[in-house]
């Protein structure tokens, strides 16, 4: 009786392990996985698509001058003023993008940061948002997304070839 008694105490000890080992490791597995998908879901600050479209996006006009990019513009050149929240310490300066408002396209160059604007939001040139509408119009909405949005219409041509061979001259013998 007593070997019964202590099989059945190291048996019942056995199978508590076994199952709070099992029932661990399929916790494991879970939260790994949620780990997983947080660590995915989650970008950095500024962090965002290049191909991303904007829609319903907030346009302003500002007076141009130096820029945050570090470059002096025109007031008639097609440049654009980022929004704070997606300027990103600078890192989409100098990048075209498309602009799309009321049925008109055109693509200006990011220049500048504007902390007023909201995110999405874009400041125009003054050059820029008369393409548009006139100044008097004060904000405008639309689309916009990076780069051209469509590929280039012209093409460079083909170099010609250089040499300096000459054609030899004929003897008269």
């Not at 997983?36 to 500002?62: C, E, I, Q, S």
């Not at 440049?79 to 396209?105: E, H, P, R």
């Not at 689309?143 to 054609?167: K, L, M």
Request: with cysteine; net charge negative; proline share 6%.
């Amino acid at each position: 009786m007593q070997i019964f008694t202590r099989l059945s105490v190291v048996l019942s000890v056995f199978l508590s392990i076994c199952s709070v080992t099992i029932g661990h490791e399929h916790l494991g597995k879970r939260m790994h996985a949620r780990r997983h998908h947080d660590d995915l879901a989650v970008r950095a600050p500024g962090d965002m698509k290049v191909w991303k479209r904007f829609d319903n996006a907030r346009f302003t006009y500002y007076s141009v001058g130096l820029g945050a990019c570090g470059q002096t513009n025109q007031p008639s050149d097609f440049i654009v003023a980022l929004n704070s929240d997606q300027y990103g310490g600078g890192q989409y300066c100098f990048q075209m993008i498309t602009i799309t408002v009321n049925g008109k396209t055109a693509q200006a160059q990011i220049m500048d940061e504007c902390p007023g604007c909201p995110n999405e939001g874009l400041d125009f040139s003054e050059g820029l948002f008369t393409y548009f509408s006139d100044l008097s119009a004060g904000v405008l909405y639309g689309t916009w997304n990076f780069g051209s949005g469509s590929s280039p219409t012209t093409s460079t041509p083909a170099p010609q070839p250089t040499t300096t061979w000459q054609a030899p001259i004929p003897t008269t013998t």
